[in-house]
């Protein structure tokens, strides 16, 4: 399964983004996904995700801001992101996960500026 991911950039404090991760390859049921970010300097963590049947989950800091929507049909995951802050400044990794395995996507920067 190859992920590629696009739709970072510079953002103003307090505008919005929204990036897209599409999955190919050999694909037959993937079950869960949804992206992480690494910040300079900071573990990759979880930003929000998405299973194939509508369950969504979270990070804390990106509740009531950002939004994980899934096209299943296109094997397509977007993350929209409002009400962007400096701290949402980091490189994006779209995951999916397929009887057990975990991929990755090349990574797309997203800059917040003050």
């Known amino acids: 399964v190859q992920l590629q991911a696009s739709g970072g950039g510079l953002v103003q404090a307090g505008g919005s983004l929204r990036l897209s991760c599409a999955a190919s390859g050999s694909i037959f049921s993937i079950n869960v996904m949804g992206w992480y970010r690494q910040a300079p300097g900071k573990q990759r963590e979880l930003v929000a995700v998405?299973?194939?049947?509508?369950?969504?989950n979270y990070a804390d800091s990106v509740k009531g801001r950002f939004t994980v929507s899934r096209d299943n049909a296109k094997n397509t995951v977007y993350l929209q992101m409002n009400s962007l802050k400096p701290e949402d400044t980091a490189v994006y990794y779209c995951n999916a996960i397929q009887f057990g395995a975990i991929y990755w996507g090349q990574g797309t920067l997203v800059t917040v500026s003050s």
């Open positions: 998405r299973t194939r049947d509508g369950n969504t």
